[in-house]
């Protein structure tokens, strides 16, 4: 387990261990997200329940998000694998940060058309936070769409994230997905990528 | 090379299998998406209940009781509420109020003898920031216990093209299926009709529960009980009443001075059916005027005010909470499409009538 400091010394082996907590809480927090938020827009029972348990979660999210960013900005990350494309590599480094994007997007747009509608963000019965925009009609139509298609973008993504990790996983077994795990299996670095350093 | 021995080891350790399992996976969740999203399946969401808007609906209306007015007002507290509950409303002296008063059609141009309903909503804002938002109807019950029920009754009372009356057989159906409803229906049979907004009690009609300072809960339902006289009239008198009567008649009372609620809280005892909106509570139980709404202007919603506001009965401050009254967590879901989807309309430039700009206007302005 490195937790190299210094990039200038060889790539680690893992994320260091903020990252790898904070990724996988992270991810399951996200995915709660996207069914609360279905279950809020379509249930006939928990619409209340689930929007007390959505503004708090999302906050949460949008918190942990910054953390995680200035870690990743801080510490060196693994090499991607030596048998990568350079298309795969590029791939998957776009779709890392448009992940990072769509964390900071969905918890602030989610605020922001709150604000715009006059809602209460109701973190907990009598603790709200302030309104981050003026009431109006034209905000609020923008930001809620824009925060729909965002978590439908979101939960594609995710799911393409997570086809990508278990087949590098279960089938390429180039260490890539132990990368972001506790486990031992090291990125396979036998063969200099074309692609170099894929994630930088 | 890297290619070549790749293809090998792939097939050496069964990829296929993995993939397939790997594309189950992702589908799953695809499929989980769909499902939840009410995409397929056919459940009954919330937006069921928004299916039966006509597309000519006019851009920018709420999608039930179209047609309203705004008001403004004060609710001064009696204090009487404030051993039952934490909420600021209950001990402040002065509340600021923003509210609507409107009929039942969803027309927005619905002439005012086209319906026995008229509501109230009410958005109280106290001094700690917390919102209180209410939406009451002068129909002392719902007709039916639940939410589905309330589609069914709708389904059975669509007019029959032949006919233009509903089909009995299905009314009688339904009635079978849900007989709690014939106590509203009889009460829409033979109730008097409403004469003015003034004189009219509004009722919240779902149970609701207060928390006071040690935690203690107490179920309760409410209503706005009017200081001026119930007025009704004769069927021939309504008949011949001009197009917007019942709002002429609130702006006419309004210029002679407010118009004053009291807002009463009736106090449930154990047994009594909490969660069953189409069931009253016995005659004698308990009840508290909590304060006084005073109503003293109302204003075009053309103009803002009410208009983009969502009146979500379950947007409830601190030291009231929900019951488990099945119809009133649904009405959170069906109030939130209704608003996103008009207030997108205003926002997106669509409505015209909604926000006072005639069609005229804007043709002239191209």
């Given at each position: ?200 | ?241 001009s197009h917007d009567f019942l709002f002429e008649d609130l702006k006419k009372r309004l ?48 103009k803002g005010g009410c208009r983009d506001i969502n009146f979500d009965p379950t947007r ?51």
């Amino acid at each position: 387990m490195a937790k190299t400091k210094n990039i200038s010394s060889a790539p680690p082996t893992h994320f260091n261990i903020t990252a790898r907590i904070l990724h996988w809480l992270m991810a399951s927090m996200i995915i709660t997200m996207i069914f609360v938020g279905l279950g809020m827009m379509t249930s006939l029972t928990w619409r209340p329940w689930l929007l007390d348990l959505h503004i708090p979660l999302g906050i949460a999210i949008l918190l942990l998000v910054i953390i995680r960013f200035i870690n990743r900005l801080s510490f060196a990350v693994p090499n991607m694998p030596a048998g990568m494309s350079s298309f795969q590599s590029k791939a998957a480094v776009i779709l890392h940060w448009a992940l990072y994007g769509m964390m900071l997007a969905l918890p602030l747009t989610g605020w922001a058309q709150l604000s715009a509608a006059g809602f209460l963000v109701k973190l907990f019965p009598g603790m709200n936070l302030p309104s981050i925009l003026p009431q109006s009609p034209f905000l609020f139509a923008w930001l809620h769409d824009a925060h729909k298609v965002m978590a439908w973008m979101l939960f594609l993504m995710v799911t393409g994230h997570l086809s990508a990790a278990l087949l590098h996983a279960w089938v390429y077994r180039d260490g890539l997905f132990s990368s972001i795990t506790w486990s031992r299996k090291t990125i396979d670095r036998s063969e200099q990528s074309p692609a170099g350093g894929a994630e930088s | 090379m890297k290619k070549a021995s790749l293809v090998a080891y792939l097939k050496t350790k069964r990829v296929l299998f993995k993939l397939v399992g790997i594309f189950l996976i992702a589908s799953g969740l695809v499929l989980a998406f769909a499902w939840s999203a009410g995409l397929i399946g056919g459940r009954i969401t919330t937006r069921t209940f928004l299916k039966d808007t006509p597309k000519t609906y006019l851009a920018g209306y709420r999608r039930a009781h179209g047609k309203g007015i705004c008001f403004e007002g004060t609710f001064r507290a009696s204090g009487k509420g404030v051993p039952f509950s934490i909420a600021r409303v209950f001990a402040q002296q002065k509340v600021p109020v923003t509210g609507r008063f409107s009929l039942g059609s969803p027309d927005p141009y619905a002439p005012d003898n086209s319906t026995r309903t008229v509501s109230m909503a009410l958005m109280l804002t106290a001094d700690d920031g917390e919102q209180w938002r209410m939406k009451l109807n002068n129909e002392p019950y719902f007709a039916t216990r639940d939410t589905e029920g309330f589609l069914e009754q709708v389904e059975a009372y669509k007019p029959v093209s032949n006919t233009g009356a509903p089909d009995p057989a299905r009314v009688a159906a339904f009635l079978k299926k849900h007989p709690e409803a014939q106590k509203y229906v009889k009460w829409d049979a033979t109730a008097p009709w409403t004469r003015s907004f003034a004189g009219a009690q509004y009722n919240v009609i779902n149970s609701f529960i207060l928390i006071d300072a040690n935690g203690k809960k107490q179920v309760i339902r409410w209503s706005m009980r009017p200081h001026a006289e119930f007025t009704s009239w004769s069927v021939r008198q309504r008949k011949q009443a001009s197009h917007d009567f019942l709002f002429e008649d609130l702006k006419k009372r309004l210029e002679k001075g407010p118009l004053y609620w009291d807002l009463v809280l009736t106090l449930a005892e154990p047994g009594d059916p909490v969660n069953d909106p189409s069931q009253v509570w016995p005659e004698n139980r308990r009840q508290i005027v909590a304060g006084t709404l005073e109503v003293s202007h109302v204003f075009d919603q053309t103009k803002g005010g009410c208009r983009d506001i969502n009146f979500d009965p379950t947007r409830v401050p601190k030291g009231i909470t929900l019951s488990d009254d099945p119809v009133l967590a649904a009405r959170a879901g069906i109030y939130s499409h209704s608003h996103s989807d008009r207030v997108r309309e205003i926002g997106y430039g669509k409505a015209t009538d909604a926000v006072g700009k005639h069609q005229k206007d804007n043709a002239g302005n191209k």
